[in-house]
């Protein structure tokens, strides 16, 4: 079965520090995974696409990883800014279904 | 501005009530969808449309029935409203279902809250 699960829940950290989230999937065939992030109150909005062949990209403090031996992906956010407190949701598209999307992990930054 | 709207962007309703929310999109997108976030956040796509044709229809109550008069529109009708239907509703677009062009742009949400 096609599931995509998503660590932490949720988390807090300092405005400044790093930190990474953890995307797992069991989907086959893989087409590709994005990330999104959903502000409070509004909706969500991609960060970044990663296809079978790309094992990293970057979009400004935003890194996303792809293993897609592992089928695991990663969100790694340097220098977080309060700004930066969202929930982040890992989509992942079969290649002949729909996309799939993850449970989110909620992020805080605190100053 | 080009973007996916909806409306209302809150909506109050006693229980038994009938309601309906709009969608529009001018990305110029042939694949609409609609989506409900529970109270725990999780996305769960109910219909998608794709050039006003119905492409998926999950496990939804026959009460919600959408309607796409057109490819820029997605509407969904809440016949018969329960208090298990309170959430945020989720209008989106994108180019197409294949995989290229499945970036998904999202509106901004319509609260639904039943009494």
């Known amino acids: 079965k096609n599931q995509v699960e998503q660590s932490p829940q949720s988390l807090i950290i300092l405005e400044g520090k790093n930190c990474t989230l953890q995307?797992?999937?069991?989907?086959?065939?893989?087409?590709?995974l994005r990330w999104y992030k959903q502000d409070t109150g509004r909706g969500p909005v991609s960060l970044t696409i990663?296809?079978?062949?790309?094992n990293t990209k970057s979009n400004g403090r935003y890194t996303a990883t792809l293993d897609a031996d592992t089928k695991q992906s990663s969100l790694h956010i340097t220098a977080s800014q309060l700004s930066d407190s969202a929930s982040y949701i890992c989509v992942v598209k079969p290649s002949y279904d729909k996309v799939i999307f993850g449970p989110g992990t909620s992020l805080s930054v605190i100053p | 501005d080009t973007a996916v709207s909806q409306t209302p962007k809150y909506l109050v309703t006693q229980m038994g009530n009938d309601k309906s929310i709009k969608c529009e999109q001018n990305l110029g997108h042939d694949t609409m969808y609609w989506y409900k976030q529970d109270s725990k956040k999780f996305l769960k796509i109910m219909f998608s449309y794709n050039n006003k044709e119905l492409i998926i229809n999950e496990t939804v109550p026959n009460r919600f029935s959408p309607k796409s008069p057109d490819k820029a529109h997605l509407n969904l009708h809440i016949n018969s409203l329960e208090l298990g239907d309170s959430a945020v509703y989720f209008c989106?677009?994108?180019?197409?279902?294949?995989?290229?062009?499945?970036?998904?742009?999202f509106g901004p949400g319509t609260r639904l809250t039943v009494l």
């Open positions: 989106a677009s994108s180019l197409g279902t294949s995989s290229r062009y499945n970036e998904q742009f």
């Open positions: 995307c797992n999937y069991t989907v086959s065939p893989f087409s590709n």
């Open positions: 990663m296809t079978f062949s790309e």
